[in-house]
């Protein structure tokens, strides 16, 4: 069963305008959700997790357990953004302990 | 730290033939996981190892796919015979995390491009 969903495989906005990319979780108990990132000709790297409340490269992302999501914002996109965005669920306590990821969306910022 | 290496960057084979993809963890990290990356499918698990040991193969696709790690330091996926389906990009990945605890950060490869015609 996908644990992690993101319904859009890409997404296009231009530079200045927010932008939400949008990440569904399926998991009964208490999940650590983040998100990653993989910029054109780097390796994927983490950008936030939800449990240190951060804000990254003015990027945010909150955790809304009764809908399920974990979407990530920035309220005024950069080109430099333009990057393929990776939800993330990672499980604990008696459980394997294995890092389970949505599908991805390829974020383009036109300038 | 050069951070997680993999080789080789780019592998064309052909049909048929043996591959074996090659990984070195970031020293101390206890968590090993192989990914492969496609358009269609994004980032799926393929194997996931804790302390050398293989926790979870689940997400191995066939028979043809098998990986092994001898030590702390080295890992490779092997695919016998390959496939054009195989053609994707094969991420290693590790971690201090490991069974019964969350793997909060992955620390990633470059990647190995994987083509085969």
């Known amino acids: 069963a996908q644990r992690v969903t993101q319904p859009e495989k890409l997404l296009s906005v231009f530079k200045g305008a927010p932008v939400e990319l949008k990440c569904n979780y399926s998991y009964s108990g208490s999940p650590e959700l983040f998100w990653y990132v993989q910029y054109s000709r780097q390796r994927l790297q983490l950008l936030l997790r939800?449990?240190s409340r951060e804000s990254i490269k003015g990027f945010t992302a909150d955790l809304n357990k009764g809908e399920t999501s974990f979407h990530l914002k920035k309220p005024f996109a950069q080109e430099e953004d333009s990057a393929m965005y990776y939800c993330?669920?990672?499980?604990?306590?008696?459980?394997?302990?294995?890092?389970?990821f949505g599908r991805g969306t390829q974020l383009t910022v036109w300038p | 730290d050069a951070g997680v290496i993999q080789s080789p960057r780019h592998e064309v084979t052909e049909m048929g033939q043996e591959v074996t993809l090659r990984c070195k963890p970031i020293?101390?990290?206890?968590?090993l996981f192989w990914y492969r990356q496609t358009m269609m499918r994004g980032l799926e698990l393929l194997i996931y190892?804790?302390?050398?040991?293989?926790?979870?193969d689940s997400g191995m696709p066939e028979d043809r796919f098998s990986a092994k790690m001898p030590n702390a330091s080295f890992s490779t996926l092997k695919i016998q015979p390959s496939e054009p389906r195989d053609s994707a990009v094969y991420f290693c990945a590790s971690s201090i995390g490991g069974v019964g605890k969350r793997n909060e950060k992955l620390f990633f490869g470059s990647g190995t491009q994987l083509s085969v015609l």
């Open positions: 020293s101390g990290h206890n968590s």
């Open positions: 190892f804790n302390n050398n040991v293989p926790i979870d």
């Open positions: 939800h449990i």
């Open positions: 993330a669920l990672s499980e604990g306590g008696s459980t394997l302990g294995r890092l389970y």
